[in-house]
């Protein structure tokens, strides 16, 4: 887990301060006078926040200058310049030694030594805050704290007791915060070599994971203790439930190793082992195991068609045919055929579909399906509606299946015939939350003439912000299902201690461990079927600008109880406006549509703005350093540095360009678009060139799975968003 805190300050208001004044000031009016530093800090730009911080400071009375000195040093620790936060720090404590705002100061302190490394001095500045507040304030963080700068300082018995006592502070505090206090004794046990004690905290740990990804870990930790300590059989155990419950995550090849240097291979089939391996790129060793399944084995055709795949990605296209051809079941054909389509040879595709439909009668609609498709990249659009036709008089088909089907049949009828409407009709409503559906549904509002499916949207911040009489009415009659309002839902939450706790954590800077407190306060919520106060919750997290954490929630409302259900205001949790303000500005300076960026950003980070990928994509926006690079001499922006991809309007000015070069060389086609923004333009191109420009063609043909599934679910945004936000009348 090893969280740290995210030094960003929460947005409390963007409004533009009025002219600073020396004289005593009312909250609200002193709130104002600092709201421009706010929203500096919003966009990321911390030295201009430095300097207006300054200069307020100069200009404030001594009531008031601590505060905006306290929030220069916090911008520049953001900035990454400790020297300065310490400087600052130490001149507000000299000059204001009995300020409000000094245990904050020193608790600022504490953070900037960590950050530059001087961990002995962050403890001492930690002690110098618990003095100023009278004792503990802040529940079991501070003591967490403590045992992570003295892990740093590999004092292993002052980790073990701090992360002692942070557990005994009411009951160690939330799960995620137990989690890293549990993790903290169970490593300064390891390290003091008391295994077995370690072993103890590691499983107490492990019992509250909420990931497969920590759960992976901690089963695999957990067994390389048990090892060390010579219980075998549980060691054995545990490596085993890594590499067949949790084979895609990281630790799985490693618990494999193990399982095999502990002479223990047998209890493992060697399909798990070849799986393993796949999901590790370790291509030659997979398809070597899989390549010895017996052909009597449950396992065997599986195996066959993954050492297909690792085939494959060794370039081994006429050896993976030959394994597909000899398994000859439905997903093997349709795999089979799928080759033969990226080969550019339908009618070998074509064969190996309808194969396919004798082997497996009960995918006829999926089968015909692709019959059809082979036939219309083909021009035989008679022959293709007969097959689409078909399949929808085979079963019938899943909703979603059903869906493809009719609004296929409705690109292949005559433009504008009335049957054409009739199935593009039937394929908005069969499965609505499809991706053909939602297609469907764009393609009826161009041939009714309202808003089209476009790359540019009048969205202004007012619609992403407000909620019309009717909103506001579907709202309330979904809280009184649950014999309550919106506005006595909203005071019970804020009412909360976890959430009192939350805002004290964020205040002074620790955005990790508020995010502790509220996934906390989440839980709670879905446990007890609680929904209208879990909606209340993400309603208050919007407010205060966590959009990830506002995400989080609407997916699990989303899954709970259906997307349908949901008034639209609840519906907008799903696809929350994250970091609206900024996305407007930014997309808007380049012709892009906010709501586009909205439905990527969403898909990209889930609007975190320190994402980073395993492959280096940085920021909201996910772009990787070498285009961000090229982007930056673009804009001449000589001063770029990478880490700056971490600030939000830099990010968002950066994916909002590229989006709109990207959109300017397809001519406004949102979908090739997409897929540029994740493969690359290079492979673009040479699938326009193979497939021509008919979007709909380009996604069914995409040969990377990956960037195929990213351009149906940013589709899927978009048009959410589009309906959301889009159509105010709605």
Not at 184 to 201: H, S, T, Y
Not at 513 to 525: K, N, T, V
Request: hydrophobic share 45%.
């Amino acid at each position: 887990m090893r969280a740290h805190a995210l030094v960003l300050l929460l947005v409390l208001g963007l409004a533009l301060p009025p002219a600073p004044s020396a004289g005593a000031q009312t909250p609200a009016a002193s709130d104002a006078l600092f709201s421009q530093g706010v929203q500096l800090m919003h966009r990321g730009d911390f030295p201009s926040a430095q300097q207006f911080y300054a200069d307020l400071a100069g200009r404030l009375s001594s009531d008031l200058a601590p505060r905006a000195l306290l929030y220069q040093a916090r911008a520049a620790l953001a900035d990454g310049d400790t020297e300065a936060s310490e400087a600052v720090l130490q001149q507000l404590l000299a000059t204001y030694p009995s300020s409000d705002q000094a245990a904050n100061a020193y608790f600022a302190l504490e953070q900037t030594r960590r950050a530059a490394g001087d961990c002995a001095g962050a403890l001492r500045a930690l002690d110098a805050y618990e003095a100023t507040v009278g004792g503990i304030a802040l529940g079991p963080y501070t003591w967490v704290q403590r045992a992570q700068c003295s892990a740093k300082l590999r004092d292993w018995p002052g980790e073990l007791d701090a992360a002692k006592t942070a557990l005994a502070i009411d009951g160690g505090g939330p799960r995620l915060t137990r989690i890293e206090a549990l993790e903290r004794a169970g490593e300064a046990n390891l390290n003091m070599g008391r295994r077995q004690e370690a072993l103890d905290f590691y499983d107490r740990s492990m019992a509250l994971a909420g990931t497969p990804a920590y759960r992976a870990e901690m089963l695999f930790t957990t067994a390389t203790l048990m090892r060390a300590l010579g219980q075998t059989n549980d060691a054995v155990d545990r490596f085993r439930s890594v590499v067949v419950d949790y084979p895609d995550q990281a630790r799985a090849p490693g618990a494999l190793d193990a399982l095999i240097d502990m002479g223990r291979g047998d209890v493992l089939s060697l399909y798990q082992a070849g799986v393993v391996r796949l999901d590790a790129k370790q291509y030659s060793s997979a398809a070597g195991l899989f390549d010895q399944v017996d052909p009597a084995n449950a396992d065997w055709a599986a195996a066959q068609r993954s050492r297909a795949e690792a085939l494959l990605k060794l370039g081994h296209e006429d050896a993976a045919r030959q394994a597909l051809e000899s398994v000859a079941d439905g997903s093997a054909l349709l795999r089979l055929g799928q080759l033969d389509e990226s080969d550019s040879d339908p009618a070998a595709a074509e064969s190996n579909y309808f194969a396919m439909l004798q082997a497996a009668p009960d995918r006829a609609a999926e089968a015909m399906f692709h019959i059809g498709f082979t036939r219309y990249i083909r021009g035989d659009t008679a022959g293709a509606l007969s097959a689409w036709q078909q399949g929808l008089g085979s079963g019938p088909p899943a909703p979603a299946m059903q869906s493809q089907l009719e609004y296929w049949i409705s690109k292949a009828l005559p433009a504008g015939s009335p049957e054409a409407a009739a199935f593009l009709n039937q394929a908005a409503t069969a499965d609505p939350e499809s991706f053909y559906a939602l297609r469907a549904q764009r393609a009826q509002e161009v041939l009714s003439s309202t808003q089209a499916f476009a790359s540019t949207s009048s969205t202004t911040a007012k619609t992403l912000s407000a909620a019309s009489a009717k909103e506001q009415q579907q709202t309330a009659d979904w809280y009184a299902d649950f014999l309550t309002t919106p506005e006595r839902a909203a005071s019970d939450v804020a009412a909360e201690p976890s959430l009192a706790r939350a805002v004290q954590l964020l205040d002074l800077g620790l955005r990790t461990e508020a995010s502790w407190e509220i996934e906390g306060l989440m839980q709670q919520y879905v446990q007890a079927q609680d929904y209208a106060h879990l909606a209340a919750l993400a309603d208050w997290l919007t407010a205060h600008d966590l959009p990830q954490s506002t995400l989080l929630i609407g997916k699990q409302e989303r899954d709970l109880l259906g997307y349908t259900n949901l008034p639209r205001s609840l519906q907008k949790q799903v696809y929350p406006a994250g970091w609206g303000d900024l996305v407007q500005e930014q997309a808007g300076q380049y012709g892009v549509d906010p709501l586009l960026m909205l439905a990527m950003i969403r898909q990209e980070s889930s609007f975190d703005p320190r994402a980073q990928s395993g492959a280096q994509a940085m920021g909201l926006t996910q772009v990787v350093p070498s285009t961000a690079r090229m982007i930056a001499a673009k804009l001449g922006r000589e001063d770029f540095s990478t880490h700056d991809l971490f600030k939000p309007a830099v990010s968002l000015a950066f994916g909002s360009w590229f989006v709109s070069q990207l959109l300017g060389d397809y001519k406004g086609g949102v979908i090739p678009t997409l897929a540029a923004y994740n493969a690359g333009g290079g492979n673009v191109a040479r699938w326009l060139n193979r497939f021509g420009n008919d979007p709909d063609v380009l996604v069914e043909e995409i040969p990377l799975p990956e960037t195929q599934m990213y351009v149906r679910i940013v589709y899927d945004n978009y048009v959410h968003y589009q309906l959301l936000y889009g159509d105010q009348s709605a």
